[in-house]
């Protein structure tokens, strides 16, 4: 419920995968698929998920929104209290699963997109519609790096 299935076809390297790769004076939750900066299309949603569809062009959001807390609301803030970033938390917080497996163990999801991945399952509220006359392979950067 309220996830969103997406085909990566672009993705950038910013340099916050690259420190967490490193994983200098951190503990972090390995192992995990690192990415947060790409372009993809739908391919599939979850039960709830209305303002998206399949063939949908999206672009991830570390720092999503609900839409339904006090900062999601409020006209001064946007850090959402259920999708603000969270490096540390590796599963879905619908049910506290990762969708990434092999042989039958987790492997970690990173900062609720982890788009070094063909496929990847992100909440509904931390991908943006966009015109899918856009370019993927230049407007993934907008996901983080023209944005920070």
Request: charged share 20%; with cysteine.
């Amino acid at each position: 419920a309220m996830e969103v299935r997406v085909k990566i076809l672009y993705t950038a390297l910013c340099h916050t995968d690259v420190y967490f790769w490193e994983a200098k004076g951190q503990t972090p939750v390995f192992p995990r698929i690192l990415g947060h900066e790409a372009g993809g299309i739908v391919e599939s949603v979850g039960e709830g998920v209305t303002e998206l569809v399949p063939g949908d062009h999206v672009l991830p959001v570390f720092t999503g929104e609900c839409k339904d807390c006090a900062h999601c609301k409020s006209e001064e803030s946007n850090l959402c209290d259920l999708l603000r970033i969270n490096v540390d938390r590796g599963v879905m917080i619908g049910d506290g699963q990762s969708r990434f497996t092999i042989s039958g163990k987790p492997i970690f999801h990173f900062v609720g997109t982890s788009t070094f991945s063909e496929y990847t399952v992100i909440h509904v509220g931390c991908l943006a519609k966009i015109n899918p006359s856009a370019p993927l392979d230049k407007v993934c950067v907008l996901s983080c790096g023209i944005s920070t």
